[in-house]
């Protein structure tokens, strides 16, 4: 059974910073991407970053130059370095992971962002 959980997100001030984490277990396959999505409420769900397999990442363009996608081998986890926060981007981030050897994708829980004074 494969888990992806996420920590971080919460509260900050617009320029503030938060760190997103996410966790895969359970598989005795190698994760092929890991992506960050957001979803805002009547907007939809909107691909924020991914990371692939021996290529760069890639970002949207709101993000570039501030948000920053990496991950660690060892402890199979990504993280998402969110800097010069703005309103616009609070949302419900999930991470989700492809696992070609699956054929599918899995979802982490979700967790919530918000930019506000």
């Known amino acids: 059974q494969v888990h992806v959980v996420q920590s971080g997100g919460g509260l900050v001030q617009p320029g503030g910073s938060l760190k997103l984490t996410c966790a895969v277990s359970?598989?005795?396959?190698?994760?092929?991407?890991w992506y960050w999505y957001r979803q805002i409420p009547g907007k939809g769900r909107e691909l924020v970053a991914g990371l692939f397999s021996g290529d760069n990442p890639d970002y949207i363009d709101s993000v570039k130059g501030r948000f920053t996608i990496s991950r660690d081998n060892a402890e199979n986890t990504v993280a998402l370095q969110m800097n010069s926060l703005k309103p616009e981007d609070s949302a419900v981030y999930l991470c989700?992971?492809?696992?070609?050897?699956?054929?599918?994708?899995?979802w982490g829980q979700g967790t919530q962002v918000t930019v506000s004074t």
């Open positions: 989700a992971v492809y696992i070609a050897n699956r054929g599918q994708d899995f």
């Open positions: 359970g598989s005795t396959f190698s994760v092929d991407a």
